[in-house]
């Protein structure tokens, strides 16, 4: 299914012009054991509705995003760079 993200540099972009990177979750400490890391690593939560996701505008500014995505109706709800405030 095709749909149109909106990219904070280039505005709103078909989403075969990026890279999926995956679900942000919660990163385990430097310290933590091996299967924790693994865990972060390989387990996805993968829930229907909505998700915070990491994109890279691969054919635009070459920039990574986060975008605020209802994943069942692929409506996207928000999106902002790292380290910038939500909105």
């Known amino acids: 299914m095709s749909f ?6 280039c505005g709103e972009r078909s989403v075969y012009e990026f890279r999926f990177g995956g679900e942000i979750k919660q990163r385990p400490a430097l310290d933590a054991p091996i299967e924790q890391w693994a865990d972060y690593r390989f387990n996805r939560v993968n829930a229907a509705g909505v998700q915070t996701e990491w994109w890279f505008h691969s ?3 070459r920039q990574w995003l986060q975008a ?7 409506e996207v709800l928000q999106t902002y760079f790292p380290g910038e405030e939500r909105p």
């Not at 605020?68 to 692929?74: A, I, Y």
């Open 4 to 9: 149109l993200l909106p990219c904070p540099n």
């Open 59 to 61: 054919s635009g500014c």
């Open 68 to 74: 605020v995505r209802n994943t069942v109706s692929n």
